[in-house]
């Protein structure tokens, strides 16, 4: 189907940082540093790094091409549990973006509009093995549910012209195995020691969905701190 228009830069609402980290992560992003933005629901994470990789990828001005949202699509990273093709399996996870799409761009279509022309891609880390990521914005999701050696295989399809982000809570880890839930905590060493990544870390304050997310989560962090949940 022909879309009605293709989308360009001016169609991106303006969007400014409301939390002081959120702050944090246009400045450093700005000055071109890779990031992790590590923290709680409800903060702007994945939000913030779609904004900015879109912004940057319709500005004909700079070298990038494509945004590529990667993630794992399934507990068991196995994607064949899933019926269908493998774009139709990856389409069962994409919601999310969809809706970011949506709101940035206000409009229905504009998830479908930058995929066909090319401006965003979906990746699952079951079939990213022997890719080269070039001219690229690369968006890791739901970071803590990948281990180690699916962070890893990401990071080394890192290619030419490329900026690297990170988004969600180590601490909320869907993995049951402990080797598989310190597999992001041994990543981020790693990461913090390279001179182009920067970390932010999102707090209770940093909860812009809604006060009653924030309560919420607030209160779950309170219990399981006190060994009450």
């Given at each position: 189907m022909a879309l009605s228009h293709k989308i360009r830069l001016e169609d991106?609402?303006?969007?400014?940082?409301?939390?002081?980290?959120?702050?944090k992560v246009f400045d450093f992003y700005k000055k071109d540093y890779s990031l992790v933005l590590a923290g709680s629901a409800g903060t702007g994470k994945t939000y913030s790094a779609m904004y900015l990789a879109l912004e940057d990828v319709l500005d004909k001005n700079t070298p990038y091409d494509?945004?590529?949202?990667?993630?794992?699509?399934?507990?068991t990273r196995d994607i064949g549990f899933l019926p269908g093709t493998e774009e139709e399996k990856k389409d069962a996870y994409t919601g999310p973006y969809k809706a970011i799409c949506t709101e940035l761009f206000d409009d229905p279509e504009a998830w479908t509009k930058l995929k066909n022309i090319g401006v965003i891609e979906f990746l699952s880390t079951s079939f990213i093995?022997?890719?080269t990521l070039n001219n690229s914005i690369v968006v890791v999701d739901e970071m803590q549910n990948l281990n180690f050696h699916e962070l890893d295989s990401i990071i080394t399809r890192v290619g030419r012209n490329c900026k690297f982000m990170m988004c969600g809570d180590y601490y909320q880890s869907d993995f049951d195995k402990e080797k598989d839930k310190q597999g992001i905590l041994?990543?981020?060493?790693?990461?913090?020691?390279?001179?182009?990544?920067?970390?932010?870390?999102?707090?209770w304050e940093d909860i812009v969905r809604s006060d009653?997310?924030?309560d919420y989560i607030m209160t779950k962090e309170m219990l399981e701190k006190n060994g009450k949940i």
């Amino acid at each position: 189907m022909a879309l009605s228009h293709k989308i360009r830069l001016e169609d991106l609402i303006e969007i400014e940082p409301i939390t002081d980290n959120q702050k944090k992560v246009f400045d450093f992003y700005k000055k071109d540093y890779s990031l992790v933005l590590a923290g709680s629901a409800g903060t702007g994470k994945t939000y913030s790094a779609m904004y900015l990789a879109l912004e940057d990828v319709l500005d004909k001005n700079t070298p990038y091409d494509r945004v590529v949202i990667v993630r794992s699509i399934v507990p068991t990273r196995d994607i064949g549990f899933l019926p269908g093709t493998e774009e139709e399996k990856k389409d069962a996870y994409t919601g999310p973006y969809k809706a970011i799409c949506t709101e940035l761009f206000d409009d229905p279509e504009a998830w479908t509009k930058l995929k066909n022309i090319g401006v965003i891609e979906f990746l699952s880390t079951s079939f990213i093995r022997g890719m080269t990521l070039n001219n690229s914005i690369v968006v890791v999701d739901e970071m803590q549910n990948l281990n180690f050696h699916e962070l890893d295989s990401i990071i080394t399809r890192v290619g030419r012209n490329c900026k690297f982000m990170m988004c969600g809570d180590y601490y909320q880890s869907d993995f049951d195995k402990e080797k598989d839930k310190q597999g992001i905590l041994q990543f981020l060493e790693i990461i913090e020691q390279l001179r182009n990544f920067r970390v932010v870390e999102f707090g209770w304050e940093d909860i812009v969905r809604s006060d009653f997310v924030r309560d919420y989560i607030m209160t779950k962090e309170m219990l399981e701190k006190n060994g009450k949940i």
